[in-house]
């Protein structure tokens, strides 16, 4: 249905002083920040994953050679879904809108396609700990229990028990990632954490982690460890809907990904018989993870 005059009269009476509700101030890009952004140019993108070889045996004088295998991992399909969303306005509309607020509708849109992908990105951090949504590997994104492919055993990328962020569960962070953070085999990797990614309600506790000259929440004057621990710092991410969950990024590649199949259009045309503008946006994309070595998180406690 269009918007007519009829739905908006205040924007046909003069004496306004303002007209308001459209502009606000917007946060600056934060998906880009966490997540790997690629184009995709097929219905799906697929991540496949396989093992290497095990730890060397040692061989008797005169015997054979111990021959190893590799083993087939898991798939992740990135299935692109489309998005659209659109206006008209009545051509009286806008001839007759003194204040001139159609003419930043276009503007609205984009806005909500900001909104949209924001939200998207967020979900799978929001939704890292929820059993209805798993990766390729059968689980979800943090999890205590992350299979092997090659007899390696489980692995973890969360803290044995939750827990809020404070120095305490910082430094157990680190370490749980230096050591528990396996291959398919079961062989150790290098894994570096690159970025705390928090709540708005923990900006402050990051600050004081991870910038403090001493150790914070303590009365001792010891060397804080955690300054420049990670070379990103911190983002604060304004689409987290759980206030105490937080997450640190790591190095290892093939983590969260983000395809744009089209990335957003925006186009405009006007009803020849009822000489209504019509404006749209779409966009077609898909968004996950495929190695969750990419993240360690924890949920709070």
């Given at each position: 249905?269009?918007?007519?005059?009829?739905?908006?009269?205040?924007?046909?009476?003069?004496?306004f002083r303002e007209i308001w509700g459209t502009e606000f101030n917007q946060f600056e890009e934060e998906y880009t920040k966490f997540m790997t952004l690629d184009t995709s140019t097929r219905n799906y993108e697929e991540d496949h994953s396989i093992t290497q070889f095990g730890i060397v045996p040692t061989k008797a004088e005169g015997a054979s050679v111990t021959y190893d295998t590799m083993y087939d991992g898991y798939t992740k399909r990135y299935t692109h879904v489309s998005y659209a969303l659109g206006f008209s306005v009545s051509r009286e509309m806008v001839e007759d809108d003194l204040y001139r607020k159609m003419k930043n509708l276009p503007k609205a849109l984009a806005r909500s396609v900001k909104e949209t992908r924001e939200i998207l990105a967020a979900n799978i951090l929001n939704r890292a700990?929820?059993?209805?949504?798993?990766g390729g590997d059968g689980v979800t994104l943090c999890s205590a229990s992350h299979p092997t492919y090659g007899g390696g055993g489980n692995y973890s990328n969360q803290p044995s028990a939750t827990a809020d962020l404070d120095i305490t569960s910082f430094e157990q962070a680190l370490i749980d990632i230096q050591v528990n953070f396996i291959d398919d085999r079961g062989l150790k990797i290098r894994v570096q954490p690159k970025k705390l990614l928090i709540h708005p309600s923990n900006w402050f506790q990051a600050e004081k982690i991870l910038?403090?000259?001493?150790?914070?929440?303590?009365?001792?004057?010891?060397?804080?460890?955690?300054?420049?621990?990670?070379?990103?710092?911190?983002?604060?991410?304004?689409?987290?809907?759980?206030?105490?969950?937080?997450f640190i990024l790591t190095d290892s590649p093939n983590g969260l990904n983000?395809?744009?199949?089209?990335?957003p259009e925006f186009t405009q045309d006007n009803?020849?018989?009822?000489?209504n503008a019509k404006y749209k946006t779409t966009f077609r994309a898909s968004s996950g993870w495929t190695n969750p070595r990419c993240i360690y998180g924890s949920a709070g406690a």
């Open positions: 249905m269009p918007t007519v005059t009829g739905n908006f009269s205040a924007l046909l009476t003069p004496g700990f929820n059993a209805s949504y798993t910038k403090s000259a001493q150790e914070p929440d303590t009365a001792n004057n010891a060397v804080n460890p955690a300054k420049g621990a990670l070379p990103g710092g911190y983002v604060t991410l304004h689409w987290l809907t759980d206030t105490d969950a937080w983000w395809f744009d199949r089209r990335k009803d020849f018989d009822t000489e």
